[in-house]
C-alpha cells in the first residue's frame, strides 16, 4: 500500500517553463489536495477535488491548473512558472466522510525552484 | 475569513520539561487537527478533535480543544529529543493551517 506518491521530488525550472506535478493514491479516497508550502506560512490550499471530474479552487489558484480524470490522480500544472512560485508542494488525500475525521495523507513533497 | 494562529512559533526546551503550544482560531469550527512535521519530510496525523472538550493522548504529547473559546493547546510532558519537529494545528473541514511551532528539545 504505498499511499500518497509524489513525483518529482525536485524540479528546477526557468522562468515561463511549464511543468506537471504528479499525485496518485492508491486509498480510493474521493478528495484530493494540492498544497504549497513556504517558510513561515503554514500550509496553503492551491487546489482541491472531491472526486472524478470534479475541482474547485483554494486559497491560492492563480497559475496552476489542475484535472481529475480519475480517482486515483490529481496532477498539478505550473503554466508558466515564476520565482514566487518556488515552494514546497504537497498533495494530499482523504475519504470524504462528512462528519467523519477526515484525516488527511500527505504525499512526501515536491521541492520546486524556479530561477 | 477563518484565521488560525499558534503560538509560540518557535520553542527551544530542555528535555525533561512541560510545555504547551497554543492554537486559537477566528471563527467556528467543528474540528481541528494537530500534524507532526519533521525537517525535510512530509506532515504525519498525531491528533483529530471532534467535540468541544475533547481530550486526546499519545505518549508525551496531549490535545484539547474548547470550542468556546476557540482554543486548542498541544501539552508536551517530559520533553525529549524525538519529539524535536514542527508542529501545526488546522482547522475547519477544509483545513486552514496555523504557521506551525518549531519545537527544538535540547538534550
Known amino acids: 500500500n504505498a499511499g500518497v506518491t509524489q513525483t518529482p521530488k525536485f524540479q528546477v525550472l526557468k522562468t515561463g517553463q511549464s511543468m506537471t506535478l504528479q499525485c496518485a493514491q492508491d486509498?480510493?479516497?474521493?478528495?484530493m489536495s494540492w498544497y504549497r508550502q513556504d517558510p513561515g506560512m503554514g500550509l496553503r490550499l492551491i487546489h482541491y477535488?472531491?472526486?472524478?471530474?470534479?475541482?474547485d479552487q483554494g486559497e491560492v489558484p492563480n497559475g496552476y491548473n489542475v484535472s481529475r480524470s480519475t480517482t486515483e490522480d490529481f496532477p498539478l500544472r505550473l503554466l508558466s512558472a515564476a520565482p514566487s512560485q518556488t515552494s514546497v508542494y504537497f498533495c494530499?488525500?482523504?475519504?470524504?466522510?462528512?462528519?467523519?475525521?477526515?484525516?488527511?495523507?500527505f504525499g512526501a513533497g515536491s521541492r520546486l525552484t524556479v530561477l | 475569513e477563518l484565521k488560525v494562529e499558534q503560538n509560540p512559533l518557535f520553542l527551544s526546551m530542555q528535555e525533561g520539561k512541560n510545555y504547551t503550544i497554543y492554537c486559537n482560531y477566528s471563527?467556528?469550527?467543528?474540528?481541528l487537527y494537530w500534524y507532526r512535521q519533521d525537517p525535510g519530510k512530509s506532515l504525519e496525523s498525531l491528533f483529530v478533535?471532534?467535540?468541544n472538550g475533547a481530550v486526546k493522548q499519545e505518549g508525551r504529547l496531549m490535545a484539547s480543544l474548547d470550542t468556546k473559546a476557540r482554543l486548542s493547546t498541544l501539552h508536551i510532558t517530559a520533553a525529549v529529543h524525538d519529539l524535536s519537529a514542527t508542529y501545526f494545528c488546522?482547522?475547519?473541514?477544509?483545513?486552514?493551517w496555523g504557521a506551525g511551532t518549531k519545537l527544538i528539545i535540547k538534550p
Open positions: 488546522a482547522v475547519n473541514y477544509q483545513l486552514i
Open positions: 477535488s472531491v472526486g472524478a471530474g470534479i475541482t
Open positions: 486509498m480510493n479516497h474521493e478528495y
Open positions: 494530499a488525500s482523504r475519504h470524504d466522510e462528512g462528519s467523519g475525521a477526515n484525516v488527511l495523507t
Open positions: 478533535l471532534l467535540s
Open positions: 471563527t467556528t469550527s467543528d474540528r
